[in-house]
């Protein structure tokens, strides 16, 4: 059994294609807990939804809470406050993040990407230091942006590649393993004729 925290502030839709995704899965046996830093967040609504354990947890006592429950791995999703060195050394966070870092770091970065006229963006997946979207990168996959993208079409495009990306960079780390653009391209390694 391996156990897992997923920690958001908001919306909660990469914590639902998480659960959905580890719910197909049962050998993997992965036990889910649901930490929020907002009593309001929809994350809440989806993890009773879901049926998932859940827990509001002030940032002020992410110290108190890590220090006596351990976790194999602690995953943020769209979790929007910086934790300090002290918490960060009580586990294994991984982050989310909309664009290929390091451009583009903090919030609005859709949006920024879109504006500042880029033409290939994505998502990554990293360590989590107390820099802001700072630590090493694990995994990254691109979108590309056309001339005749419309906004909406980029975002919904960034927000299903994360939604099928972070729970495949889960499941890899949990197994240990490393992730390469062949498990999101089902055996392609992104150069074969038809990728291009
Ligand atoms: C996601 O797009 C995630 O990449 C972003 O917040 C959103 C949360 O959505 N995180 C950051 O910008 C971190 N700097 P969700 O609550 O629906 O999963």
Redesign the pocket.
């Given at each position: 059994m391996k156990k897992i925290a997923i920690m958001?502030s908001?919306?909660?839709?990469?914590?639902e294609a998480i659960v959905k995704y580890f719910a197909q899965k049962p050998e993997m046996e992965v036990d889910i807990t649901c930490l929020t830093d907002d009593v309001n967040a929809y994350?809440l609504t989806r993890a009773k939804n879901l049926g998932v354990k859940y827990k509001y947890l002030p940032f002020e006592q992410n110290g108190a809470y890590f220090a006596v429950n351990n976790f194999d791995l602690i995953v943020?999703?769209?979790y929007?406050r910086i934790l300090p060195e002290d918490v960060l050394n009580l586990g294994k966070f991984i982050?989310?993040?909309?664009s290929l870092l390091p451009a583009f770091?903090?919030?609005d970065?859709?949006h920024r990407a879109f504006d500042a006229g880029v033409k290939v963006s994505g998502?990554t997946i990293h360590h989590v230091t107390s820099d802001?979207?700072g630590g090493k990168i694990i995994a990254q996959y691109p979108v590309l942006i056309g001339n005749l993208t419309h906004f909406d079409e980029f975002e919904a495009e960034?927000?299903n590649l994360?939604h099928k990306l972070y729970p495949i960079v889960i499941e890899k780390l949990l197994k240990d393993e490393v992730f390469d653009f062949s498990d999101l391209l089902g055996g392609c390694s992104g150069n074969c004729s038809g990728c291009h």
């Open positions: 958001g908001g919306n909660g839709s990469n914590f994350i943020l999703a769209g929007m982050n989310i993040h909309p770091k903090g919030k970065a859709i998502v802001l979207d960034i927000h994360e």
